[in-house]
């Protein structure tokens, strides 16, 4: 594993990376396959029930909306956080930061704040991380990972599916 051959902060600096880069990519594409429209809060809590590094019946995820600016996410006990060694982005959801959840928030609406949260504020009583998200309208927009120019460049869409434009990501 990354974090046995490089150690745990270089593997954890990698998924960040790693997820900003891919995240405005894959949630650019899950969204148009599955008609999620918009940017506000709605769109954001859809994008991680659908987003594929919380796999359904490994990683146990639940959401809410509060109001129209702010919602909450949160990962409830599940087998993923059982394993001696988390998968680098659950790794990222430990940190003390909402960093890694803000990336695919952001690909979404880049004026998405993520911040941790008190798990027990969440109705979910299973919940062991919890995010609350908010739109913040004043924000500056979050700064695309350079690398994800690079991931958009090297990946074919044919719109099979979307019926867009192939060679757009």
């Known amino acids: 594993s990354l974090s046995s051959r490089y150690g745990v902060s270089s593997m954890k600096e990698i998924a960040r990376v790693h997820w900003a880069a891919m995240a405005p990519v894959y ?4 969204r148009r396959a599955l008609g999620i429209q ?3 809060i ?4 859809k994008s991680l ?4 590094c919380f796999a359904p019946d490994y ?4 959401c809410d909306r509060i109001d129209a600016r ?3 996410f949160w990962i409830r006990e599940c087998e993923a956080l059982l394993e001696d060694e988390l998968r680098p982005f659950l790794g990222l959801l430990e940190e003390e930061e909402g960093d890694a959840l803000e990336a695919v928030a952001c690909a979404v609406n880049p004026r998405a704040r993520v911040t941790p949260i008190a798990p027990g504020s969440c109705p979910d009583e299973d919940a ?3 995010f609350e998200i908010e739109i913040c309208a004043t924000a500056p927009e979050r700064e695309r990972e350079p690398l994800s120019d690079l991931v958009r460049s090297n990946i074919l869409d044919f719109g099979f599916r979307s019926g867009g434009d192939a060679g757009s990501a």
Do not use: E, H, K, W
């Open 70 to 72: 702010r919602g909450r």
């Open 42 to 45: 709605d769109a954001v809590l």
């Open 27 to 30: 949630s650019t594409r899950i």
């Open 38 to 40: 918009g940017d506000g």
């Open 49 to 52: 029930q659908v987003d594929p």
């Open 59 to 62: 990683v146990r995820i639940g």
């Open 128 to 130: 062991r991380m919890a």
